[in-house]
């Protein structure tokens, strides 16, 4: 049984500001009560960065969703790994062909998909276990961990923000998994997200689910959601 994870919110940073109480005793005779003391200035909350809009590419700039980006993310000892785009949906015949060489897979067209930096979701898809097993360690990743993806000069920064599960045999998982906004079908994005996908073979497999599809792909995929948080030149 493989529990489902809902998207999460990033953890927001709470500052309390100190309050102190002064205590009066009671006099012996009456006196003029001394002066009030001025009020004490408010503690600073810390700023909470917000998740970034969707960077606006340049006029000139190639479709993003056709140009190949590098993957690095540093909590798993991950770098340069490449990330080629291509005409399809996720874990098709053609992405899982890319993925057999050791690369991340980026599908986008008419059932999702858009390139680094944009509004939507950004979905990239890699191995865990063959070809090198580039991903192999990402169910270990936390909420708030970075993700880089550098495409076209910029460096976009993605924080991770929550996990969701997908399942190949279920027509509204992948209608999740592959949405403008992951798990909300239907819902017009504002912000640029990114899918890291997958595959559960191991869990599949210690649950008795051997399963596979005409790829060879198991029934369920792991996922990591992020939000982009800010873009800078590479």
């Not at 399809?88 to 930096?117: H, K, L, M, N």
Request: charged share 20%; net charge neutral.
């Amino acid at each position: 049984m493989h529990p489902l994870h809902g998207l999460r919110r990033a953890p927001r940073a709470v500052a309390c500001a100190a309050v102190v109480v002064l205590a009066a005793g009671c006099a012996a005779v009456a006196a003029e009560p001394p002066p009030a003391a001025p009020a004490a200035a408010p503690a600073a909350v810390a700023a909470v960065p917000a998740p970034a809009a969707s960077v606006r590419p340049p006029a000139d700039r190639t479709d993003p969703r056709t140009v190949t980006a590098t993957l690095a993310i540093p909590a798993l000892g991950l770098t340069d790994l490449r990330v080629v785009p291509y005409e399809g949906t996720t874990d098709d015949r053609a992405g899982t062909r890319i993925q057999d060489r050791g690369a991340a897979a980026s599908p986008y067209g008419a059932e999702g998909g858009v390139g680094p930096g944009e509004t939507g979701n950004y979905l990239v898809t890699a191995h865990r276990l063959s070809a090198g097993g580039p991903l192999r360690e990402l169910p270990s990743l936390d909420r708030g961990d970075l993700v880089l993806v550098t495409e076209g000069g910029t460096v976009y920064e993605y924080r991770i923000t929550g996990t969701r599960e997908t399942s190949f045999r279920s027509e509204r998982s992948l209608a999740e998994q592959r949405a403008e906004v992951p798990g909300e079908p239907g819902v017009k994005p504002t912000r640029a997200m990114i899918t890291l996908s997958t595959c559960a073979t191991p869990e599949d497999d210690a649950a008795g689910n051997h399963w596979r599809d005409g790829n060879n792909n198991p029934e369920h995929r792991i996922d990591k959601i992020g939000v982009l948080v800010s873009a800078r030149p590479s």
